[in-house]
């Protein structure tokens, strides 16, 4: 047996472990559920259907202190077994995203332009499944199970703790799908997990003419691209290259006529960091920027700002908790890292602002499966990774609990 083969063979055998750790009814149910949710994909906000699916599912786990908190999400509590001890939380996120499915799968979406593209429908149900297993083995505290809406534009997290369902919590654990790790491997890290994900505006004013004569005008289509070069140096320059980011422009507009320079340009894109530092330099300097190069061609800007989530950094307590429950499910060799930083964004960030935590990636990818990544029509993950998810949370919640 070559040595790929055999580090393959013991991860599969880690993962067969974690899978029986459920019985033969509660991984059916899971799995009903899992698809129910697949096919019946709801956006942010509009999630009522997967709101009363999940609650129905609870209910059957015998989970039944549930309420809905942050409108379209809810809570359920899972009795410790110490009074007094600390409480903690694992979150699920249930909303999908406005793509077509392509996986020909027997139980995908039924509504066209609608789809789990990202394994919401997959954390939901792996936040019930380490509810089964905390009603069967309670950890010290409390548990309260978060299944929250609105991640995709990522104004759940904010809402939730608006709702004072993490009031008292001592700690906070999720985790999220992860096409490039197999079936059995995760990434439980401290430190950055992924990025701040604030937007800009900015519209460079100045005085139109014909484009004949355009020593009459203040041409803000050339500020404009001026501007959009120059921001390029943000990262390059100003940023400590030991530190991600990223300045993207992806609007431009400006014009109604080729033979006409107009009053206005307007560009618009989105700013990554992967620490509060380097957030607010990012931002402060594309701000001053943008003036800059507005003054440089005698135009003026109007610069807006608006601040998405912040970035996703788990804690060293968190994290040694999560490794913890990775271990004691899986083993040391499941623990694995993220090759590069990733930029994408996270609401789960808000809750860590708040308290200590991991969120984690969980591989769902198995050899024949598809390589399509998340945010994709095709995006189809391996299953087992729900019963996997599922006692990684609850160790971890009893980690974090005792």
Known sequence: ??????????????????????????????????????????????????????????ERAGITDVRAIADTGLVATIPG??????????????????????????????????????????HATWAVAAGM???????AGDVRLILQPAEEVGQGAPKVLDSGALDGVRAIFGA???????????VATAGPLAASTDTFEIVFHGRGGHGARPQDTCDPVVGL?????????????????ALPGVVSVGVVQAGTAANVIPESAR???????????????????????????AAAHRLTATVTLSEGTPPLVNT??????????????????????????????????FYLERMDGCFMRVGTWREGRSRSGVHT??????????????????????????
């Open 1 to 58: 047996m070559s040595q790929h083969d055999a580090r393959t063979a013991m991860r599969e055998s880690r993962v067969k472990a974690a899978v029986a750790l459920f019985t033969a009814e509660e991984r059916e149910a899971l799995l009903t559920l899992r698809r129910t949710l697949h096919a019946n994909p709801e956006l942010s906000w509009q999630e009522r259907t997967t709101q009363a699916t999940l609650r129905a599912a609870l």
């Open 81 to 122: 077994s110490t009074p007094g001890a600390p409480i903690v939380a694992l979150r699920g996120d249930i909303d999908a995203l406005p793509i077509t499915e392509e996986t020909g799968l027997p139980f995908a979406s039924q509504y066209s332009g609608l789809m789990h593209a990202c394994g919401h429908d997959m």
């Open 133 to 139: 297993l905390l009603r069967r083995t309670p950890s």
């Open 176 to 186: 999220h799908v992860d096409w490039r790790f197999s079936v059995g491997e995760v």
């Open 225 to 241: 691209s001026d501007f959009v070069m120059a921001a390029q140096t943000l990262v390059s320059r100003r940023l400590d290259p």
């Open 267 to 293: 560009c618009a894109g989105t700013i990554r960091a992967t620490v509060p530092a380097a957030r607010a330099l990012l931002c402060d300097e594309l701000t001053r920027l943008a003036h800059a190069v």
């Open 316 to 349: 060293p307590l968190g994290a040694a908790w999560a490794q913890s429950a990775v271990r004691e499910v899986l083993s040391e060799q499941a623990l694995t890292s993220l090759a590069t930083a990733n930029m994408g964004g996270e609401d789960f960030a």
């Open 377 to 402: 029509p095709r995006f189809d993950p391996d299953e087992d990774a729900l019963f996997v998810a599922g006692a990684i949370l609850a160790a971890s919640a009893r980690a974090a609990s005792a």
